[in-house]
């Protein structure tokens, strides 16, 4: 069985902090995410009894990428892209079962409220109570196949959720199709399932793809899946809670603003409306919530995927590409890459590719491999003794870019392409010491401060 609970059971004790009192919901998961952020902290939290509600809560299970090595399956984080390009390569196919716990209570009609759920204010600005947490299930309107994804939720009412499909992904070419025929797009909203689902749900892969097939090919086993009670979609079995609904063709409401991962309230939204049908649940259910904005967990569950994608399209065309990170600090909107370099002009064509592999991207730097793309002060230093900006750097004005970026002009930014790389003229060499020397410094530091 591979469920959230199975893998909450499986997390070691010190890596989950307990609240056995009651807490208010609103705003403090999100509080006490970001204070643990500030000292370094990612554990997992798990609030008992939150006030007013009958289920227990957990967010932050994303937050650091030891942890989602462990969650792909990976031995550790250095391994991920290698385990993640494995499943992209080895998909399984989920299967069909008769029933499953995510049916055990079921409410459709009258009897829906999702409002019973412990759905959370997160940020300042945010319009309402919002679900960040909901793997979006819906099938492309012509063939079939299977999509996943993230997209915001506004709770509006008992049966009601304003729905903002700005990431423009496969999702929103599925409801164009089905609007333009007038019907309505169904879809189940998947809450608390394996975090490997989660991972999947987050993956750049071609329309043709069903996520669940990737989360099978983490999993090293199919997904089971049950079918919907009132609309025809597939979810896990093994989930803790479904709102099965459309999306309308043919409604526009205000939604938001909410706190995006830019780390901005944005009111920028496709303004569309979920309507509920059924919810179905366990008979105790595990609510997770997804702490939005630029915290880690936000941040990652969007990037780890794309990352481990990126990189590879990037290496099967430049095998001297050695690392890719999208850094926290650039939101999903910086890109640093170790190259090996072994010709002049390589790294422009690096750059270049990865703006057209990634459109979210506005600035890309490339550094040499001695250097770290994982210390931004390393990256600071190659930009500061190896770059120099009228012959090193390109720009390309008004590229298609993601909206949410509050600088963007007309759903457009520039890209910035920085060389950071040793020239061919290069005249030093970096300082460095005799290896016994550190040995010696070492062992006397030791003898005097062990
Ligand atoms: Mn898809």
């Known amino acids: 069985m591979a469920s959230l609970r199975t893998f909450l059971d499986s997390l070691p004790d010190e890596e989950i902090l307990r609240f056995e009192e009651p807490i208010e919901l609103d705003y403090t998961p999100t509080a006490l995410v970001l204070e643990l952020e500030k000292q370094q902290k990612f554990p997992v939290l798990r609030f008992e009894s939150p006030n007013g509600y009958d289920m227990p809560v957990v967010a932050n299970l994303f937050a650091n990428r030891d942890r989602i090595a462990r969650i792909a399956g990976a031995p550790d984080a ?3 892209n290698e385990t993640w390009l494995r499943a992209e390569n080895n998909p399984i196919p989920p299967r069909m079962v008769e029933s499953g716990p995510v049916q055990e209570v079921v409410f459709t009609g009258d009897d829906v409220d999702v409002q019973t759920l412990p759905i959370s204010r997160h940020f300042k600005a945010d319009a309402g109570r919002y679900i960040g947490s909901g793997i979006l299930v819906c099938k492309d309107p012509d063939t079939g196949v299977r999509n996943l994804s993230f997209q915001r939720l506004q709770m509006k009412g008992r049966n009601r959720f304003g729905a903002s499909l700005h990431s423009r992904g496969h999702i929103w070419d599925h409801w164009l199709r089905a609007q333009k025929r007038g019907k309505n797009l169904e879809v189940a909203v998947v809450i608390g399932a394996h975090p490997a689902i ?53 409604v526009a409401e205000d939604e938001g603003p909410y706190g995006e991962y830019t780390g901005y309230s944005t009111f920028r939204s496709t303004r569309n409306v979920f309507v509920v049908k059924a919810v179905t649940r366990r008979a105790k259910p595990i609510y997770f919530d997804l702490i939005p904005g630029n915290s880690s967990e936000h941040l990652l569950l969007g990037r780890c995927a794309k ?30 890459v170790s190259l090996e370099k072994r010709a002049e002009g390589q790294a422009r064509h690096a750059l270049m590719l990865l703006f057209g592999l990634d459109a979210y991207l506005k600035l890309a730097i490339v550094v040499d491999e001695d250097i770290d793309i994982y210390n931004e002060e390393d990256i600071l230093f190659a930009l500061a003794t190896r770059f120099q900006a009228d012959t090193d750097l390109f720009v390309v004005p008004k590229v298609f870019c993601n909206r949410l970026d509050p600088s963007a002009v007309d759903g457009m930014s520039a890209k910035m392409g920085i060389d950071a790389t040793i020239s061919k003229d290069f005249d030093a060499d970096r300082i460095a010491l005799p290896p016994e020397a550190i040995e010696r410094a070492k062992a006397a530091l030791e003898k005097l401060m062990p």
Do not use: W
């Open 198 to 250: 989660y991972l999947a749900a987050g993956a750049k892969v071609a329309m043709e793809v069903d996520e669940f097939d990737i989360a099978g090919g983490l999993l090293g086993k199919p997904v089971d899946l049950v079918k919907c009670q009132t609309i025809d979609i597939e979810v896990p079995a093994e989930a803790e809670i479904v709102i099965e609904g459309e999306l309308l063709a043919d």
């Open 78 to 80: 250095a391994s991920f």
């Open 307 to 336: 990352e481990a994608h990126v990189f590879e399209r990037l290496r099967e065309v430049i095998p001297d590409v050695k690392a890719l990170n999208y850094p926290k600090s650039g939101t999903h909107f910086h890109a640093y």
